[in-house]
């Protein structure tokens, strides 16, 4: 299957600082990608649609000015967590869609980042 | 709106025994229907999918779900449960927007 890479696997900052991760599809080309966050024994919640060229669709609750999306190309996308909290700790996963608007494609996962806000 | 309903938090099997985790669905519209399985600190990996066609969908590992449309399930099972089985699995139901809503995850354990 298709894959997608995120980097970095872990990260640990200062609060008040700004985290950007990385999403690729590496053999294929994405025109949307997703970014979902996962808290300790809990799913995944849909933070927000990236799409190639335009701006992020955010999901209602998700601060935008916090959470800063740039999908500057068809195999990149990006999330940066801006002045960081601890409460922004969490495990970040991105998903890639191949052959989504065929109707029956399915969705591929970054292996994610999880972030510790100290 | 759709949605996704997984009961158990926790299952617990023995070794070689047959693995059932359960996932209702709600969807206003046919549902496309997905199992992935996490293992710590990693992404998620797909089970199987339906979208339409043959109710019965064979995944990977030995896993299999059968779409029940009048029941609204979609429950994964395996014949036989290995160690390295042991893992969260989470069902999920494609929405508006190619977006993914999923359950709240099941966690398996697999004893010797």
């Known amino acids: 299957g298709a894959v997608v890479s995120q980097h970095p696997s872990w990260v640990i900052c200062k609060s008040g600082t700004s985290v950007k991760i990385e999403c690729r599809s590496l053999d294929f080309q994405a025109t949307t990608m997703f970014w979902y966050r996962q808290f300790p024994k809990q799913s995944l919640m849909l933070m927000a649609t990236s799409n190639e060229g335009s701006k992020a669709t955010y999901e209602q609750g998700v601060e935008k000015d916090k959470f800063l999306i740039n999908h500057a190309s068809l195999t990149l996308s990006t999330l940066t967590v801006t002045s960081a909290h601890p409460e922004d700790s969490s495990f970040y996963i991105c998903?890639?869609?191949?052959?989504w608007g065929a109707g029956t494609g399915e969705l591929f996962f970054g292996e994610g980042s999880r972030l510790t806000v100290l | 709106a759709q949605s996704v309903t997984q009961l158990g938090s926790h299952v617990s099997v023995s070794e070689g025994a047959l693995v059932l985790l359960r996932c209702n669905y709600s969807?206003?519209?046919?549902?496309?229907l997905f199992w992935y399985v996490q293992y710590p600190n990693q992404g998620l990996q797909l089970l199987l999918k339906y979208t339409t066609g043959a109710t019965l969908v064979k995944g990977i590992n030995g896993f299999e779900a059968e779409f029940k449309k009048s029941e609204t399930s979609f429950h994964l099972t395996k014949p036989s449960a290995h160690m390295s089985d042991a893992a969260e699995y989470f069902c999920?139901?494609?929405?508006?927007?190619?977006?993914?809503?999923f359950g709240a995850g099941t966690i398996l354990r697999v004893k010797s």
């Open positions: 999920a139901v494609r929405i508006y927007g190619n977006k993914l809503v």
């Open positions: 998903s890639a869609a191949q052959g």
């Open positions: 969807s206003s519209v046919p549902p496309y």
